[in-house]
């Protein structure tokens, strides 16, 4: 089970970015794939979840306005469309997926998580 992020970078804020997920070694309509994200010093957050919680999408409170996540089973891909970036964006983000159902903010929670990407660097700044 492999799976494989990209799309970071450097952007300037009130940009867009789409970050990608690709899974490889499993049948992903299987799984519930989420984003996490971790700024310095700061401890690991879950930014949103598809398929986590049976179906449908969660998102942090704070970031389901201008987050969303999408995926394309066919492709074994899942995105996270990114817009109106601000510098407390800047982090490193993460996928991460597992095959267990999720309850209430369990899906927040990174133990939940049996399999993860490597991180990719999103820095917001001008």
């Known amino acids: 089970v492999q799976l494989q992020a990209s799309g970071g970078g450097l952007v300037q804020p009130g940009n867009s970015l789409r970050l990608s997920c690709e899974a490889s070694?499993?049948?992903?309509?299987?799984?519930?794939i989420a984003w996490f994200r971790q700024a310095p010093g700061k401890e690991r957050e879950a930014v949103a979840c598809i398929k986590c919680r049976g179906g449908g999408e969660d998102y942090a409170d704070s970031l389901k306005d201008r987050f969303t996540i999408s995926r394309d089973n066919a492709k074994n891909m899942v995105y996270l469309q990114m817009n109106s970036l601000t510098p407390e964006d800047t982090a490193v983000y993460y996928c991460?997926?597992?095959?267990?159902?999720?309850?209430?903010?369990?899906?927040?929670?990174?133990?939940?998580?049996?399999?993860w990407g490597q991180g990719i660097q999103v820095t917001v700044s001008s």
């Open positions: 070694g499993f049948n992903l309509d299987d799984y519930g």
């Open positions: 991460a997926a597992d095959s267990s159902s999720k309850y209430g903010t369990g899906w927040t929670t990174t133990y939940e998580y049996k399999y």
